[in-house]
């Protein structure tokens, strides 16, 4: 399963000797763990890169921020926008707080098939006042768990997937000259220094622990792109949903869907294509919110909205025909997989 939230993370605190460190520091530590990552698949291009930086003394006081930059090749030469932003962070005197985080695309394998997410691993790298800095790495999938976050053993994607992270965590501490702190456990997993425990052993934190807080973190984070509204069909049924599949060029976006037997329809995002499946998302709701307050029921909406599709940027219907599965869970669950 891929989540919004990550299943765990690792840390390293790296001593510079005295010497004072810049922001293009932070962005050459991240670009070295990245190289990592790569060796071993877990990082693949294209990533996004964040810079930002804001004054030790006041962090709302931001002096450079650029969001969601193309990782480019030579991606610290001067003609690509992070080497600009670095350039400009540079260029500031004084004592500030530096951060830079890449999302990284990668592949889990399972039955021997690559299956890739936009983000299996997110590389953050911090500067405290030019003298302190820290790396984290994030995952966002349970590849690497004996069991998945919906309770269930799963020896072979493990097998398969738990030697890459061990493997690219040493090599990680050997470029950086230091071992690794694992995180603290979390509502998903407990990670160590080569992984994560094994659930078995103890049993997991919470039961179906996916279940129980992604499908709410997801919703959470898709209606805050949208503006408040009481127009709106209910976001939960029992009853069996028909669905369409929403694509934009090669890769599935999500799915759009309403219940079969209440008056209730949504979208589910499908979280390994990273954060702009939310972003299409949040314009599929705008259109349900629409047919709504045209009085359609949630089935006649479905079949509203994908007779007038949005803008071609927004992703388009794939079938003729809406498909139909037994369950919202069963969507939920395939919005989250693959």
Known sequence: MITSAPIGDWTWEVTMGGRALRPVHAAKYALAVWDVLAVHQLADPV?????SVRAAGDVRDVRVRADGLRLEPEPLSSATALGQALAEADSLDGDFVVEVRIDCPGYWLESGVKHRAEKLFVIQVDIWKGSLLTVTLETYSDAWLTMDTRDREQLGVYTENAPRLAAALAGIAKVLGTDQTPGDPNRYATPTATGFEDPRAEGPAYDDSWGTFEV????????????????????????????????????TMGYVWASVGEEAAGYEPRTAAGEEAFDVGAAWLLRLRDAHGRGLSALAALSWVAQNPLQPEMGQIVEGVPQEVDSLDVLEERSARY
């Not at 990533?47 to 810079?51: D, I, Q, Y």
């Not at 919703?219 to 792109?225: F, G, N, P, T, V």
């Open 47 to 51: 990533g996004r890169v964040s810079l």
């Open 216 to 251: 709410a973190d997801r919703s959470e984070r898709l209606r805050s792109k949208i503006p408040a509204s009481e127009n709106e069909y209910e976001e939960i049924t029992d009853h069996p949903v028909r669905y369409f599949t929403v694509r934009r060029g090669e890769q």
